[in-house]
């Protein structure tokens, strides 16, 4: 069984940033997409970001704006989420995502995507 936990959410003041971490106890992480997702309140789960299974091809969302890099790192079985430029609008729980195939492209879709973490919660101050 794959356990997803996600640290590294806090309080920001706008323009500050954050680092997220997501650390899989899974074996088989490496050859897995892995994403970020995010949900506000009153508000759908939406994708934020993605990594495929070599660490070798990102996507991310339009609204994203280069502001945000994700990145993993096999070895410690761990995907990051690195905010920069943070926006009262990026407030959200961020949940971090494990792609059901493997050797897979990146999907944007919440149905591709296997196992979630608990959430990490982001609140942004203006």
């Known amino acids: 069984q794959v356990q997803l936990v996600e640290s590294g959410g806090g309080l920001v003041q706008a323009g500050g940033s954050l680092k997220l971490s997501c650390v899989s106890s899974?074996?088989?992480?490496?050859?897995?997409?892995m994403a970020w997702f995010r949900q506000a309140p009153g508000k759908e789960r939406e994708f934020v970001a993605g990594?495929?299974?070599?660490?070798?091809?990102?996507e991310y969302a339009d609204y994203v704006e280069a502001r945000f890099i994700v990145s993993r790192d096999k070895a410690k079985n761990t995907v990051y989420l690195q905010m920069n430029s943070l926006k009262p609008e990026d407030t959200a729980v961020y949940y971090c995502?494990?792609?059901?195939?493997?050797?897979?492209?990146?999907?944007?879709?919440?149905?591709?995507?296997?196992?979630w973490g608990q959430g990490t919660q982001v609140t942004v101050s203006s």
């Open positions: 899974g074996p088989t992480i490496s050859r897995h997409a």
């Open positions: 995502a494990q792609d059901a195939r493997l050797l897979g492209p990146i999907p944007t879709q919440t149905r591709f995507y296997e196992y």
């Open positions: 990594i495929n299974w070599s660490g070798g091809s990102t």
